[in-house]
Nanobody
Framework: QLQASGGGLVQAGGSLRLSCAASELTLRSYTTGWFRRAPGKERELVSYIDRPGSGGRTYYADSVKGRFTISRDNAKNTVDLQMNSLNPEDTAVYYC????????????????WGQGTQVTVSS
């Protein structure tokens, strides 16, 4: 039901735009988050955006603050993650996820998960 896309290989300092699309769910009804799992590391929360009905608050991990921007495109039923100034530490598989409540940094609080998209940043 969820599909993350937009990953790829980019040089350090470059940009990518990830997109999370849903086929049978209306994303604006959910808080939507982006997580990532780097090789040998645990999955971590990168960013989320609360549903508009709950205020649409956004959150960013300290490691991406100022470089990543999360946004909704209600017409396309997507939530995008614009990633700028990428560095090798951003290399990971990125996943989008949904939950009905407010955002949370605990993976177990998220109900729906999409297949990941690989982001590789070369130095």
């Amino acid at each position: 039901q969820l599909q993350a896309s937009g990953g790829g290989l980019v040089q350090a300092g470059g940009s990518l735009r990830l997109s999370c699309a849903a086929s049978e769910l209306t994303l604006r009804s959910y808080t939507t988050g982006w997580f990532r799992r780097a090789p040998g590391k645990e999955r971590e929360l990168v960013s989320y955006i609360d549903r508009p009905g709950s205020g649409g608050r956004t959150y960013y991990a300290d490691s991406v603050k100022g470089r990543f921007t999360i946004s909704r495109d209600n017409a396309k039923n997507t939530v995008d993650l614009q990633m700028n100034s990428l560095n090798p530490e951003d290399t990971a598989v990125y996943y989008c996820a949904l939950r009905l409540g407010m955002g949370s940094d605990r993976s177990r609080d998220w109900r729906y998960w999409g297949q990941g998209t690989q982001v590789t940043v070369s130095s």
